[in-house]
């Protein structure tokens, strides 16, 4: 067992029940016993490689080439015609905030919630789903344990989902920006695919790791949010204030009125960390409307990996370029 895997056991069976003074309380996303796990393994659902890991958060597939932005939870119930019979259930009190019912995309039927009531505004997204449950409509308030719908392997990626992997792809992050359908249409790649999944498109879903939250039964989600080490930084020059930063007020810093840009400083998967108000005139706006000044060294293989750098280590990456801009929509 990889070092990683065997501090999600310990985690895992350790920690779970941990309480805080102020937080969230969170619930297993499926009907799995949870005194039935022993070991990674008992929870994990890898990709046709096997390797446990594949399921886990990050640099996880592909050897380390492609991103995995939540985690794979294996059911452990099924038919008679192998299919998983296991329920998929809200973690957290929350708001359904989209309920896709077909199959048009990578993540097949899924369903978003968002957590305004949390020290972090976050979403959770539970992908994959067999059917979605009746009651399960936008607007809609669900309580933590409350049914969403069936664990199964919809997709409409480039390889079907077998029944024998079928899984729960489980993420939670915060949401870029409400003015990602026009940057979305902006795109001169986007103009023969239409976006049919709004908001709730994955370019405009940034997630963290949620590991941590799953082996808590109450988290501080702003804790957990605070605990990703800083990789990246830029500064930026925005007319108004980044509704990212309106919605998330607790991430910002100094005075946000008299902004004329912003020093912000992301993780490696590309998730805004924390916002520093810059006032007009202050020396370290860019010249142009933003530009990439640090680098933690001991990330750049991570960060060129993830595309938040080039390949040349130095200069921003695609996904990079593509956050800050999504990011900027709402700021002209």
């Not at 079907?160 to 790649?189: C, K, M, V």
């Not at 998730?271 to 001991?298: I, K, N, Y």
């Amino acid at each position: 067992m990889s070092p990683r895997l065997r501090a999600l056991s310990l985690l895992l069976l350790a920690v779970r029940s941990a309480c805080l003074a102020v937080a969230t309380e969170v619930t297993w996303p499926t009907s799995l016993d949870l005194r039935a796990v022993r070991a990674p393994e008992d929870y994990l659902q890898p990709t046709v490689s096997g390797r446990l890991e594949s399921a886990l958060f990050g640099m996880v597939r592909e050897d380390g080439r492609r991103f995995h932005e939540g985690v794979d939870i294996r059911p452990t119930a099924r038919d008679a015609a192998g299919e998983a019979l296991d329920e998929v259930r809200a973690a957290m009190d929350g708001t359904v905030a989209y309920a896709n019912a077909v199959v048009n995309g990578p993540y097949g039927r899924y369903v978003v919630l968002t957590h305004l009531g949390a020290e972090l505004p976050v979403y959770t997204l539970y992908a994959h789903l067999a059917a979605l449950a009746p009651g399960v409509k936008v607007g809609a308030f669900v309580s933590r344990g409350t049914r969403l719908g069936r664990l199964g392997r919809s997709s409409a990626g480039a390889t079907p989902i077998t029944p024998d992997r079928a899984h729960l792809h489980f993420e939670t992050g915060l949401i870029l920006s409400t003015g990602f359908n026009q940057w979305y249409a902006a795109q001169p790649e986007n103009r023969r695919s239409p976006n049919l999944h709004g908001l709730f498109n994955g370019q405009n879903l940034i997630g963290m790791d949620p590991t941590p939250l799953l082996a808590r039964s109450r988290v501080d989600l702003l804790e957990l949010h605070r605990k990703q080490p800083v990789a990246a930084t830029v500064t930026l020059r925005a007319a108004k204030t980044p509704d990212f930063v309106r919605r998330h007020p607790m991430l910002a810093h100094g005075d946000t009125l008299r902004a004329a840009g912003w020093h912000v400083e992301f993780s490696w998967q590309g998730m805004p960390l924390r916002w520093t108000a810059l006032e007009a005139g202050h020396p370290r706006l860019p010249p142009g409307r933003w530009q990439l000044v640090g680098v933690d060294p001991t990330r750049r293989d991570q960060l060129i990996r993830r595309q938040m750098l080039a390949a040349d280590g130095r200069s921003a990456g695609e996904l990079l370029r593509q956050n800050v801009e999504i990011l900027l929509t709402t700021a002209r």
